[in-house]
């Protein structure tokens, strides 16, 4: 099928080029000329692991192309999909649509025969009916199905979670959107990935509510971590207890220094927006959001408690500034808030990150970066392990100490034993457990 893909941000480049593989024919569109022109010489804007190699097999099998032109590829596309950003409007945390709005305007001057036009953004409800308005509005005499198509990547696993994916949303009610739907979709078929029809508001609401439950899971075992700090119980054993009733599930329930990226600070706020104006209050979501604001820069006063409460004068090693690992997205992330609230109490911070450091210049100017994670350690009086990059789950703690002005390791992510890091002599600080337990 001839496929339109506008955007290519991450969920655009992923889909696209995934869509590719299943054999499609993709056109991916983007007003950003130099995007497009890196993407011509094989330079992908973004850090994704195999993203490289699928964009460079499909565009060799030219079944996948990159193009600042949307006109032609809309023309003879059967599906076009909006893929463009949908970020916290200023001021009052609401969806900004406005690029949304744009692209439907500019793919109803250039349709030409029967089309469904899918929304793949993430979208408050209601945005699909005003996205078919605009449509019939700029081009009374096309032919259009506008559908919804929430899409549920996890960055760093995306490829994996597109091509084995746990259901696939899409939301509209007409017979001809949901057999194109149906044919782009059916390489998955055997997978045997669930293909879930919906109405179109129905989707809508479907993502926003996944990424605030998620959000809230994060957000309740962080608490419990608290708790479990001052009673003396291991937070880790506590979500295995609860994770293994199968009402509960095991994920997102790995305490830490709280929730960032992309989508679930975003998502939480516009979904509490979309409620107030309906006159609905979501208590739940409301707290999840203010907790885990409160949460991050709490990171900041736990090395300070690890060093005797002054930090001023001490130099800080930071290791990992990313959200997550495999990934070099640093929107919303932990780790700003904490190296701001380690600056504001008087430190000096030098941090390491395996590919997102480029990306956190932008955010975080007033810190030394070093070469790797021994470099970070050196000459700092603590370290503090902010992502759980695979680099840093079997770092030389001998070697580390040899550095270290004071050897303590405040680790946010739990990926050390208490009791290998005092045996190794150090001061070791977790999150959600009591010293020397495993």
């Known amino acids: 099928m001839r496929i339109a893909m506008i955007g290519t941000g991450y969920v655009g480049l992923v889909s696209g080029a995934c869509f590719a593989d299943f054999g499609h024919d993709v056109a991916c569109v983007d007003k950003d000329e130099r995007k497009i022109a890196a993407l011509h010489r094989g330079e992908i804007p973004i850090y994704e692991p195999g993203l490289d190699s699928?964009?460079?097999?499909?565009?060799?099998?030219?079944?996948?192309?990159?193009?600042?032109?949307?006109?032609?590829p809309?023309?003879?596309?059967?599906?076009?999909?909006?893929?463009?950003?949908?970020p916290s409007r200023r001021g009052d945390g609401h969806a900004d649509l406005s690029y949304v709005y744009a692209a439907a305007r500019e793919i109803a001057a250039s349709l030409s025969g029967f089309t469904v036009i899918v929304t793949k953004s993430t979208v408050p409800v209601g945005t699909g009916d005003e996205v078919e308005r605009?449509?019939?509005?700029?081009?009374?005499?096309?032919?259009?199905?506008?559908?919804?198509?929430?899409?549920?990547?996890?960055?760093?696993?995306?490829?994996?979670d597109f091509k084995f994916p746990d259901r696939i949303v899409v939301g509209t009610n007409d017979e001809r959107g949901r057999k194109v739907m149906s044919d782009i979709y059916r390489p998955l078929s055997l997978n045997q990935a669930p293909l879930m029809f919906t109405a179109r508001r129905t989707a809508e609401m479907i993502k926003y509510a996944a990424n605030a439950f998620l959000a809230t899971k994060i957000t309740f075992i962080n608490e419990i971590a608290d708790l479990a700090e001052k009673v003396g119980a291991n937070v880790q054993e506590v979500a295995r207890g609860i994770g293994l009733d199968n009402r509960i599930g095991t994920?997102?329930?790995?305490?830490?220094?709280?929730?960032?990226?992309?989508c679930f600070p975003k998502d939480t706020k516009a979904l509490i927006k979309i409620a107030q104006d309906y006159d609905v209050s979501l208590r739940i979501?409301?707290?999840?959001?203010?907790?885990?604001?409160?949460?991050?820069?709490?990171?900041a006063r736990k090395v300070s408690h690890a060093l005797g409460g002054a930090l001023r004068g001490k130099t800080i090693g930071v290791l990992g500034l990313t959200f997550k690992p495999d990934t070099d997205d640093m929107r919303d992330a932990p780790s700003i808030p904490l190296v701001t609230g380690l600056l504001d109490q008087g430190a000096k911070v030098r941090a390491y990150d395996p590919v997102g450091m480029e990306q956190a210049k932008h955010e975080l100017p007033a810190i030394d970066y070093c070469e790797?994670?021994?470099?970070?350690?050196?000459?700092?009086?603590?370290?503090v392990i902010v992502t759980e990059w695979v680099q840093f789950r079997a770092l030389?703690?001998?070697?580390?100490?040899?550095?270290?002005?004071?050897?303590?390791?405040?680790?946010?992510?739990?990926?050390?034993r208490p009791e290998d890091m005092e045996a190794a002599g150090f001061v070791y600080e977790s999150v959600g457990r009591p010293a020397g337990q495993v």
Do not use: W
Request: hydrophobic letters at 45%; charged letters at 25%; one cysteine or more.
């Open 372 to 383: 790797d994670a021994y470099a970070c350690a050196k000459g700092a009086d603590a370290l």
């Open 285 to 299: 979501v409301e707290a999840v959001l203010a907790v885990n604001e409160n949460r991050k820069r709490a990171m």
């Open 251 to 262: 994920k997102f329930l790995h305490a830490g220094p709280g929730f960032g990226g992309s």
């Open 396 to 416: 030389d703690l001998d070697r580390l100490k040899e550095t270290m002005v004071q050897p303590v390791v405040v680790d946010l992510r739990n990926i050390y």
């Open 134 to 160: 605009i449509i019939r509005e700029t081009n009374p005499k096309a032919d259009v199905v506008v559908a919804s198509n929430p899409e549920f990547l996890r960055e760093g696993a995306a490829i994996r």
């Open 74 to 86: 809309v023309a003879e596309a059967e599906a076009v999909f909006i893929a463009v950003g949908t």
């Open 54 to 72: 699928l964009v460079e097999t499909n565009v060799k099998a030219k079944r996948l192309s990159f193009t600042t032109d949307l006109s032609g």
